[in-house]
């Protein structure tokens, strides 16, 4: 079961779940969950699973400060897009495949909600450990598309595809230190 921050089942505590972020580990909790950015748990058997960061809006960001940036629209579901940013196993995990679960289950949230555009904006870690220089678009398109990428290897196996390659999409100490600060698009819509 996915549960959304703001539903009344949302418990304050997995508001400590943030600190496990390896993904924007640098993000603060209000940042997540203010204007159209918002947390989902994925919750089974009663333990939280999973965690997603998200971005609620009417386009979709190829770079972390459009992420950071609301559209402007009053309501976070008079959208059609949602943009995970950072998707997470908890330490309290028990299941395997909980991942796949949890992106199954946010999709079907998001569309009891109306929204039907889904996509990621994902790092590529590995990026700078498999190639010396700074690669080109075709180069990371193969690379990713070979599965050797941990975060390429999840979403491709859970259905999504490569929508776009980003440069300078993050400019974080992280970010560049592991991937010039590229980031690429998944499209969860197939």
């Known amino acids: 079961m996915i549960i959304e921050h ?3 089942e949302f418990k304050s505590e997995w508001f400590d779940f943030i600190k496990e972020d390896p993904v924007h580990p640098g993000i603060s ?12 748990v994925y919750v089974q058997d009663d333990i939280p699973q999973f965690m997603i960061c998200a ?24 959208v059609t897009y949602a943009i995970f940013y950072s998707i997470f196993r908890l330490s309290t995990c028990t299941i395997k495949g909980a991942g796949t679960k ?13 929204i ?35 975060v390429a290897k999840f979403h491709l196996s859970n259905g999504a595809r490569i929508h776009s390659i980003n440069f300078d999409a993050d400019y974080s100490e992280q970010r560049l230190n592991e991937s010039w600060g590229i980031m690429i698009n998944y499209d969860y819509n197939a």
């Open 102 to 114: 949890a992106i199954k289950a946010l999709i079907d949230h998001c569309k009891q909600k109306g």
């Open 55 to 78: 971005r609620i809006g009417n386009r979709i960001p190829h770079n972390m400060a459009e992420v950071l940036n609301d559209d402007g629209y009053s309501s976070k579901y008079d």
């Open 6 to 8: 703001g539903n009344p």
């Open 116 to 150: 039907n555009n889904f996509y990621t904006l994902s790092p590529s870690p590995g990026l700078k450990n498999h190639f010396v220089n700074k690669p080109d678009e075709p180069s990371i398109r193969k690379y990713l598309e070979s599965w050797d990428g941990p």
């Open 29 to 40: 909790i209000r940042r997540r969950i203010i204007g159209n950015r918002t947390l989902f």
